[in-house]
Every structure is written in C-alpha cells, then in structure tokens.
C-alpha cells in the first residue's frame, strides 16, 4: 500500500510538469488544456485552480452516469492542478525564444506525462476524473473507446480553441506520440500498457491482484 500511495503522488506530480513544459513550449498543449488554459482567459483563476474546477464537474457528471470516484480519482482531480500551479508560480519551467528549445519542452513533457501515466496507472486506485467520464458515456451508449475519446476530447478542444485557448503544431504532435510515449514507458518497466492506457474500463474489467501492483 506504501508503495501504491508513493506510486500515486509521484505519477501525479510528473502529470503536472509534463503538461507544465508542454504549456510552455507555447506550440499547443493537449485538448484539456486548451481548454483550461482558454477558460483563464475570462475567469480569475489559475490554470491550476480551472483544471480541479473542471475536475470536479467531470467527477460529478461521471458519478451521474454511473461511474462513482475512487481515490485516483480525487488525488488526480486536486493534486495535479495543485502541482501546476506550484511548478508555474516557482518558474521552475523557463520560457524559450528558440524553435528547437521549444520543441524539447514539448517533447520533454510527452515523455514525462508517459512516465507519469506508468505510476499512476501502477498504483491502481482508478481512473482520473477524465477517464471516469469516457467510462461512463461509454456504459450509456455502448460505443467503442476510440469513438468516445475523440469526440470528447475534440469537443473541449474546439470549446477552448473559441476561448483563445493555445491549439498549434504541439497539439496534433502530444495526439500522435503521447500513446506511444505511455506504451513505452510501461514496456520498460516490464508491464502491459495495453491492458490499461488503451482501455479505459480496465479497473472494470479486471479485478486488481497483488502481481499487478508489485
């Protein structure tokens, strides 16, 4: 359980630095956070404080449709835009002019959020409040991941695209590399990504034993 729990925060941790360098590349971060970060354009909050915000109402809507939260689910919800906030308030990310800079932030943070995904996945306390949802718009209609995950992800991308959120070049790079990117990871370390980063309804369907957690 001590493990799980380290297993837990350091996988969350590495989420919100991954997307902080990948929001500081400034070639577009990944559709949540273009959301957030065009939601902190008309509210007075952080991009941090919109991403638990947001958290909380896709916690809700999952809960309305079936899917209650599991402490992953809490911890991923406050922890991560908690860390955002931290690691962008303490400039711990720095902010290049150079192309080739940038493009190292952005694919800096492709690997880290890959390694991030093989801890917090590893921990098996469930699925992040975005899962969650996939999850249960999956259970009411029946249709395949791949299907529901576009057609969420695309809707809050467009939803942040109007609010002046930053879409470019790194948005369609983070799509096409940051599966790859989670496989890889689970794959040095001996696991199977395949039963998780690509199913969503993992912690549904199979019941979490001890070797999967060692």
Do not use: C
């Not at 590495?14 to 354009?41: C, E, K, R, Y």
């Not at 002019?97 to 800096?108: I, K, S, V």
């Not at 529901?148 to 002046?164: D, H, M, S």
């Not at 890889?184 to 999967?212: C, N």
């Amino acid at each position: 359980m001590v493990k799980r729990i380290f297993f837990l925060f350091w996988g969350v941790f590495l989420f919100a630095l991954g997307i902080v360098l990948t929001v500081q590349s400034n070639l577009g971060t990944a559709p949540w956070d273009v959301m957030h970060l065009g939601v902190t354009n008309y509210l007075p909050f952080t991009m941090g404080q919109i991403s638990q915000i947001t958290g909380v109402l896709v916690i809700a809507i999952s809960w309305l449709l079936g899917v209650k939260p599991g402490w992953g689910s809490l911890a991923n919800m406050y922890f991560i835009g908690l860390f955002i906030d931290i690691i962008m308030a303490g400039g711990w990310v720095p902010v290049f002019d150079n192309w080739m800079a940038r493009l190292g932030l952005l694919l800096a943070g492709i690997w880290i959020i890959g390694w991030a995904s093989y801890f917090y996945l590893s921990a098996a306390f469930g699925a992040g409040p975005r899962d969650s949802l996939m999850v249960g718009v999956i259970k009411k209609t029946d249709w395949p991941v791949w299907k529901i995950r576009t057609i969420i992800e695309t809707l809050v991308a467009v939803i942040g695209y109007f609010l002046g959120g930053p879409i470019g070049i790194g948005t369609i790079i983070i799509a096409f590399t940051l599966g790859p990117s989670i496989q890889w990871a689970f794959s040095i370390m001996g696991k199977r990504a395949q039963d998780i980063e690509h199913d969503p309804l993992f912690y549904w369907r199979k019941p979490v034993t001890e070797s999967d957690t060692d």
